[in-house]
């Protein structure tokens, strides 16, 4: 397991990751998880495509 911020790390190394979120009044909490090629390029979550494609974060 690894943590990263470094999204072509993270393509680059894993075969499945997770995408966790954290706010202000929240503590971590998974939105997504399963293979990387689906995390990536075609994830169910808008927050996850949103950070994976730098939009936020």
Known sequence: ?????NMQQAQR???S????????????RIVEAGPT???FHNPR???TS?????RFG
């Open 1 to 5: 397991m690894i943590v990263t911020h």
């Open 13 to 15: 190394v894993s075969q």
């Open 17 to 28: 990751c997770a995408f966790f979120l954290a706010t202000h009044d929240t503590p971590g």
């Open 37 to 39: 090629e689906q995390v």
């Open 45 to 47: 979550d808008q927050r």
């Open 50 to 54: 949103d950070y994976v494609n730098g």
